[in-house]
């Protein structure tokens, strides 16, 4: 399975940004996608997640003002982070968790900067 992300980039204060992250391969089914965080000298968070059933579930910190959705159909996730704070800029590292040949298998994508200027 690969991950690969797009949508990171620089942002003022209160704008938006819409990251993308698609799982490709074959043979796997797909439990979990997500998203997770990482800012310089901190550890690595969660932000969102989806399950298959399309139940989320989301970091106090994003609740309210980021969204993950799924293209169940293309096994793509998106996040889309609105009223962004400078306290959001970290790098995005999508994350899936997926049933392949009767194991559960983690990957992670490369990561997108997000950096929300003030």
């Known amino acids: 399975v690969q991950l690969v992300e797009s949508g990171g980039g620089l942002v003022q204060a209160g704008g938006s940004l819409r990251l993308s992250c698609a799982a490709s391969?074959?043979?796997?089914?797909?439990?979990?996608m997500g998203w997770y965080r990482q800012s310089p000298g901190k550890r690595r968070e969660l932000v969102a997640v989806?399950?298959?059933?399309?139940?989320?579930n989301y970091a106090n910190s994003a609740k309210g003002r980021f969204t993950i959705s799924r293209n169940g159909a293309e096994n793509t996730v998106f996040l889309q982070m609105n009223s962004l704070k400078p306290e959001d800029t970290a790098v995005y590292y999508c994350?899936?968790?997926?049933?392949?040949?009767?194991?559960?298998?983690?990957?992670w994508g490369q990561g997108t900067q997000v950096t929300v200027s003030s």
């Open positions: 994350n899936t968790d997926v049933r392949y040949m009767g194991t559960n298998m983690f990957y």
């Open positions: 391969g074959s043979g796997f089914s797909i439990n979990t």
């Open positions: 989806i399950i298959s059933d399309g139940t989320t």
